[in-house]
């Protein structure tokens, strides 16, 4: 679990998520919180950050477990 998240922070894998965090985090703030924001209303902070949390943290766990089963393979193959 530690090699986990320390290769979902590492540099390369931090700035993909966050490309894909702002994509993402903007299309659901739009999709959720647009009507609220065209009528000059307030909007919910908690919920804009989370919209764009949780795609971050999405990606960075789906790109450090797709590079650790990469090496894995690379390791079993080896072997044969």
């Known amino acids: 679990m530690n090699s986990l ?3 979902a922070c590492s ?3 931090a700035r993909s998520a966050w490309r ?3 994509a ?3 299309a ?3 999709i959720n919180q647009g009507g609220v924001f065209l ?3 307030d909007i919910d902070w908690f919920h804009s950050l989370l919209n764009y949390f949780v795609p971050y943290c999405v ?3 789906c790109a450090a477990k797709n590079e650790m089963a990469g090496k894995e ?3 079993n193959t080896g072997t044969q």
Do not use: P
């Open 5 to 7: 998240l320390q290769l």
């Open 11 to 13: 540099a390369r894998i």
């Open 20 to 22: 894909v965090s702002l």
């Open 24 to 26: 993402v985090g903007t």
């Open 28 to 30: 659901l703030n739009l």
């Open 39 to 41: 009528a000059g209303n």
């Open 59 to 61: 990606a960075s766990h």
């Open 73 to 75: 393979d690379e390791s």
